[in-house]
């Protein structure tokens, strides 16, 4: 029987046959065969190894010895010792277009079908991931599903040591051990208890300071409360990032010029969202431009890029790209509410440089599942300012109704000794 050779350089035909168990890489040669060859197979079937009992065993010993090491201790390091590193942006140019493994080859060993054309026992395939990785930002190079390497945040922060670039504090909670939680406040008290209660830094929450004041979320109504509050907080002594919706406009210099104001308050950083309020998504180029500008005017200010995708399930498929560009803005951060599926998280974090924030959900991933798909910051969005509207309700209607009420509540004194020092 003459058997056929099929050829996919398409992205999304690249993974599917890189996932379909008929297909498999070629055994060895043997012992002859060109100096090499037998380096050549390793590379193009290292698929094979990155499973099995074996490799869980390894890897735990990997993460055991890992685990030891903070990674901005590793940076710190490498920024004290080494030497000026190339531009970034060329490096990663370079690994797209020159990756170290270019195509794969598979045979199959039973009948199955891809990208609609069918494959018989015995055909080969031929995988041109070079070509296939220029269109895609998420990578395939040592084939799929992507997994994240424990070693990741070691060598992020190793490269950023060499490279030199500034990591603000707020920026350094974001290259620990463990992810930064983030729990999200709604004016100066609830701030402050957070602080107290231990949290290195707080967000704000868009919807609990919208709220407040009767307005809606999303609706670009709370530039200057969102202001406001920022410079209360910035007379307090925690670390805070606040969550500006879209920028409020989509006037690139009105942006600038919010997080100019933002800066000067105190904030340590900002979330910018290309979400709109009629529930369509910002062009991508213009949220871009945000990004870039932002970074541009204030640098060390941490821009946290957020894309809408998932929160309005709108062009979910366009996430991975849209990230790849907010990164390639400028991002310090990037961030997906709404997502849970610890597989698109897994792949996320395994494509991205800057680190991953993802919204917590009761009933999604806990906070060590999300740590474990290498997510490096978990928000609470508006989840404390629902639950303390829903704690009043239920409080009051307890006593109203002759109910016991479990509420630990802080006392008066307690709560005075919260107050803006400012004040």
């Not at 509050?229 to 969550?243: K, N, P």
């Not at 950083?269 to 990004?291: C, F, M, Q, S």
């Not at 996430?319 to 951060?333: F, H, I, K, N, W």
Request: include cysteine; glycine fraction near 8%.
């Amino acid at each position: 029987m003459r058997h056929q050779t099929h050829e996919f350089d398409r992205w999304a035909d690249v993974r599917a046959a890189l996932a379909d168990p008929a297909l498999v890489p070629e055994p060895p040669a043997g012992d002859v065969g060109s100096a090499g060859a037998s380096v050549a197979w390793l590379r193009s079937a290292v698929a094979r190894f990155s499973s099995g009992r074996t490799h869980r065993r390894r890897r735990a010993l990997v993460e055991a010895e890992l685990a030891r090491l903070e990674p901005v201790t590793l940076r710190d390091a490498a920024a004290a010792d080494g030497s000026e590193g190339s531009d970034s942006e060329t490096r990663v140019r370079v690994l797209r277009e020159a990756p170290p493994v270019r195509g794969m080859r598979r045979v199959a060993v039973a009948a199955t079908r891809i990208a609609g054309r069918e494959i018989a026992a015995g055909d080969t395939v031929l995988l041109d991931l070079a070509t296939a990785n220029r269109t895609h930002p998420v990578p395939l190079t040592f084939g799929a599903p992507p997994r994240v390497c424990p070693g990741r945040a070691h060598a992020l922060a190793l490269a950023e040591g060499l490279l030199r670039r500034p990591l603000t504090p707020f920026a350094r909670l974001h290259h620990q051990a463990a992810p930064l939680l983030l729990p999200n406040a709604w004016d100066y008290a609830s701030a402050a208890a957070l602080a107290a209660g231990g949290f290195p830094a707080i967000g704000t929450t868009s919807l609990g300071v919208a709220a407040a004041l009767g307005l809606p979320d999303g609706a670009a109504a709370t530039a200057d409360a969102t202001v406001a509050l920022a410079r209360r907080l910035g007379r307090g002594s925690f670390l805070f990032t606040v969550d500006a919706e879209g920028g409020f406009s989509d006037d690139v210099a009105e942006v600038v010029a919010l997080a100019e104001r933002l800066y000067a308050a105190g904030a340590a950083g900002i979330n910018l969202e290309d979400g709109r309020a009629d529930g369509t998504l910002a062009p991508v180029a213009l949220h871009a431009a945000k990004i870039a500008a932002v970074k541009s005017a204030v640098p060390a200010l941490f821009v946290n890029a957020r894309t809408d995708t998932h929160w309005l399930g709108r062009e979910q498929d366009t996430t991975p790209s849209r990230l790849a560009v907010y990164e390639q803005a400028g991002a310090d951060g990037v961030f997906v509410p709404g997502l849970s599926d610890p597989d698109e998280i897994t792949a996320l974090t395994s494509s991205l440089v800057v680190p991953l924030n993802i919204l917590y959900a009761p009933s999604g991933p806990s906070l060590a599942e999300l740590a474990a798909m290498g997510v490096r910051r978990v928000s609470l969005g508006s989840l404390l300012y629902r639950g303390a509207l829903a704690s009043a309700v239920s409080t009051a209607t307890a006593i109203r109704d002759g109910r016991p009420t479990d509420l630990t509540a802080p006392s008066y004194a307690e709560v005075q000794g919260l107050s803006d020092p400012g004040e």
